[in-house]
T-cell receptor, first 119, second 114 residues
Framework: DSGVTQTPKHLITATGQRVTLRCSPRSGDLSVYWYQQSLDQGLQFLIQYYNGEERAKGNILERFSAQQFPDLHSELNLSSLELGDSALYFC??????????????????FGEGSRLTVL | QQQVKQSPQSLIVQKGGISIINCAYENTAFDYFPWYQQFPGKGPALLIAIRPDVSEKKEGRFTISFNKSAKQFSLHIMDSQPGDSATYFCAASIGNFGNEKLTFGTGTRLTIIP
C-alpha cells in the first residue's frame, strides 16, 4: 500500500460528459502529480501541484483541469469527454523536501489508479 | 517528443534466466534514473534508481547499468522468477526538490516462464 488513495477506481461515462477524479496523497506529501496511462502511450505526465500551486504542466488537454486543495488532496476534472480519453489515470505524491529523516530520493508513490471508460 | 525510449516492448524469459531492458534518453539535464515495476491492477512502484555519478547500482537480483556518454541505461534482472512478471518502466527526471516530474518510457511487459 503506497498510502496514496484514488477514487473512484472505475468510472464509465458517455462522450461529452464531465468527470472528477480524486486523489489523497500520502500523509505529509506536498507534491501531487497526475499521469495518464493508455495502452499505446505508456505513462504520460499531465500536471503537478505543490502545496496548492501548479508547479509543472505536461501534455494536459485544455478540456482537463486540476487543483490541489488546502488539505492537499487533489482533483482532476475531465470535461467534454471523448472516446480517446479512456485510460487509467494515476495520481502520485512525493516526499516533502526538507522533511526530517526523509531523504529526497525522488521517489513517486502512486495510487492504484482510476480507470475511465468513455462510451 | 518522446525523451525516453524503452525497448523491448515485451520480453519472455525462462525462469532462472537474465532479463534485460534498455532505455535511452535525450535530455542531458536528466540526473535521476529510476525503474518502476507495475503489476496488473496496481500503480507503478519504485524498484531501483541511479544517479549519473555511478555506472552501476545493484540491489539484490536487480542491477542498473548506466552509460552517461551513450545516454543509455538498462535494467538487468538476474535469476528471473515468475513473480518478476510485470510491466517495467524506465524513467528520468531532473531531481530538484519538490519537482520530481518523471518522464517515463513506454514500458516493457516481462513474462517469466517456468
Amino acid at each position: 500500500d503506497s498510502g496514496v488513495t484514488q477514487t473512484p477506481k472505475h468510472l464509465i461515462t458517455a462522450t461529452g460528459q464531465r468527470v472528477t477524479l480524486r486523489c489523497s496523497p500520502r500523509s505529509g506529501d506536498l507534491s501531487v502529480y497526475w499521469y495518464q496511462q493508455s495502452l499505446d502511450q505508456g505513462l504520460q505526465f499531465l500536471i503537478q501541484y505543490y502545496n496548492g500551486e501548479e508547479r509543472a504542466k505536461g501534455n494536459i488537454l485544455e478540456r482537463f483541469s486540476a487543483q490541489q486543495f488546502p488539505d492537499l488532496h487533489s482533483e482532476l476534472n475531465l470535461s467534454s469527454l471523448e472516446l480517446g480519453d479512456s485510460a487509467l489515470y494515476f495520481c502520485a505524491s512525493s516526499a516533502r523536501p526538507g522533511t526530517v529523516g526523509i531523504a529526497n530520493t525522488g521517489e513517486l508513490f502512486f495510487g492504484e489508479g482510476s480507470r475511465l471508460t468513455v462510451l | 517528443q518522446q525523451q525516453v525510449k524503452q525497448s523491448p516492448q515485451s520480453l519472455i524469459v525462462q525462469k532462472g534466466g537474465i532479463s534485460i531492458i534498455n532505455c535511452a534518453y535525450e535530455n542531458t539535464a536528466f540526473d535521476y534514473f529510476p525503474w518502476y515495476q507495475q503489476f496488473p491492477g496496481k500503480g507503478p512502484a519504485l524498484l531501483i534508481a541511479i544517479r549519473p555519478d555511478v555506472s552501476e547500482k545493484k540491489e539484490g537480483r536487480f542491477t542498473i547499468s548506466f552509460n552517461k556518454s551513450a545516454k543509455q541505461f538498462s535494467l538487468h534482472i538476474m535469476d528471473s522468477q515468475p513473480g518478476d512478471s510485470a510491466t517495467y518502466f524506465c524513467a528520468a527526471s531532473i531531481g530538484n526538490f519538490g519537482n520530481e516530474k518523471l518522464t517515463f518510457g513506454t514500458g516493457t511487459r516481462l513474462t517469466i516462464i517456468p
